[in-house]
T-cell receptor, first 115, second 115 residues
Framework: KAGVTQTPRYLIKTRGQQVTLSCSPISGHRSVSWYQQTPGQGLQFLFEYFSETQRNKGNFPGRFSGRQFSNSRSEMNVSTLELGDSALYLC??????????????FGPGTRLTVL | AQSVSQHNHHVILSEAASLELGCNYSYGGTVNLFWYVQYPGQHLQLLLKYFSGDPLVKGIKGFEAEFIKSKFSFNLRKPSVQWSDTAEYFCAVNALRGSQGNLIFGKGTKLSVKP
């Protein structure tokens, strides 16, 4: 099976712009989660989508949003970029089942630099 | 709120030394527990996981971890490290109630192994 893919791998934007990141989960996985990784804050959960619905949300401002399509691919959008949004954005897909045994598989990430 | 603590920010060992990385979490309910590893320039990979049953779990590359429920701990161990184990290690918790796919990560421990 192909792993989790994320595009683009690198992005450079300026303050005030917006950005859209894309994630394709492992085939058959219906849950996609997004995380922000920074040296100072570590890995922080942004949100999770399952069957096109946001199931969980972390503690990030409304500038961060996402969506999931019927083929489970997901996008996240950050509007009005700030310098502090510079980070590695990771996508994870999981084979969430009814037993609760959820194992997440991570993509390579998108490195966003805000100038 | 749930949280995960990793006791060591940076650990430096010589090859063949034994490794133990501490991880404690704060959540009173049932949890899934994970250790992920991030090798330089690579994406997060799952080392091992605990869902239920035997509290001593074995993962890839000779790593193991022990879940001690009374101590809310899930420490990672390896009897003899190799230079190739140089990486950053993350402990993560997934609470089973209403947050499947939502991993709470520790800040990570950088392991440097001297040849």
């Amino acid at each position: 099976k192909a792993g989790v893919t994320q595009t683009p791998r690198y992005l450079i934007k300026t303050r005030g712009q917006q950005v859209t990141l894309s994630c394709s989960p492992i085939s058959g996985h219906r849950s996609v989660s997004w995380y922000q990784q920074t040296p100072g804050q570590g890995l922080q959960f942004l949100f999770e989508y399952f069957s096109e619905t946001q199931r969980n949300k972390g503690n990030f401002p409304g500038r961060f949003s996402g969506r999931q399509f019927s083929n489970s691919r997901s996008e996240m959008n950050v509007s009005t970029l700030e310098l502090g949004d510079s980070a590695l954005y990771l996508c994870a897909s999981s084979n969430s089942d009814t037993s609760g045994r959820t194992e997440s598989f991570f993509g390579p990430g998108t490195r966003l630099t805000v100038l | 709120a749930q949280s995960v603590s990793q006791h060591n920010h940076h650990v430096i060992l010589s090859e063949a030394a034994s490794l133990e990385l501490g991880c404690n979490y704060s959540y009173g309910g049932t949890v899934n527990l994970f250790w992920y590893v991030q090798y330089p320039g690579q994406h997060l990979q799952l080392l091992l996981k605990y869902f239920s049953g035997d509290p001593l779990v074995k993962g890839i590359k000779g790593f193991e971890a022990e879940f001690i429920k009374s101590k809310f701990s899930f420490n990672l161990r390896k009897p003899s490290v190799q230079w190739s184990d140089t990486a950053e290690y993350f402990c993560a918790v997934n609470a089973l109630r209403g947050s499947q796919g939502n991993l709470i990560f520790g800040k990570g421990t950088k392991l440097s192994v001297k040849p």
